[in-house]
């Protein structure tokens, strides 16, 4: 029997693997965000590319997805997120700021823009 995971508390949080939580997160998208389409992207066609893209009504957001907040990320992921964010609405989410960046995703989302 092989276990898919391994995880530790920290703070509040509990360490799990990206995917497990990007699963999750897609979940809470769909529920918040009823109709949404969300997209993973394939790395090897844009290096630095953000993990998942959401399209919402006239509207969109591409998310950064990290399993904790002290997760690794590239420079290049730093600077397509700035750049992205400037199209529209887009960030890095990790547990530990999801409702903060869910609500700011559902503002923009709002202002249509």
Same mark, same amino acid.
Do not use: C
């Given at each position: 029997?092989?276990?898919?995971?391994?995880?530790?508390?920290? =703070?509040?949080?509990i360490?799990?693997? /990206?995917?497990?939580?990007?699963s @999750?997160?897609?979940?809470?998208?769909?529920?918040?965000f009823? #109709?949404?389409?969300?997209? @993973?992207t394939?790395? =090897?066609? @844009? *290096? #630095?590319?953000?993990? &998942?893209?959401?399209?919402?009504?006239?509207?969109?957001?591409?998310?950064?997805? @990290?399993? $904790? =907040?002290?997760?690794?990320?590239?420079p &290049?992921?730093?600077? *397509?997120?700035?750049? &992205? $964010? *400037?199209? #529209?609405?887009?960030?890095?989410i990790f547990?530990? $700021?999801?409702?903060?960046?869910?609500? /700011?995703?559902?503002?923009?989302? $709002?202002?249509?823009?």
């Open positions: 029997m092989s276990t898919s995971f391994v995880f530790r508390w920290e =703070s509040d949080y360490l799990e693997r /990206e995917s497990e939580y990007q @999750k997160l897609k979940e809470k998208l769909l529920d918040r009823p #109709g949404a389409y969300i997209f @993973k394939d790395p =090897s066609q @844009k *290096r #630095g590319a953000p993990d &998942l893209i959401i399209l919402y009504s006239d509207t969109w957001a591409a998310l950064e997805v @990290k399993r $904790n =907040s002290r997760a690794k990320h590239r &290049l992921q730093d600077r *397509r997120i700035e750049e &992205l $964010n *400037r199209m #529209g609405f887009a960030a890095i547990p530990e $700021n999801e409702s903060e960046v869910l609500n /700011e995703m559902e503002r923009a989302f $709002n202002a249509g823009w």
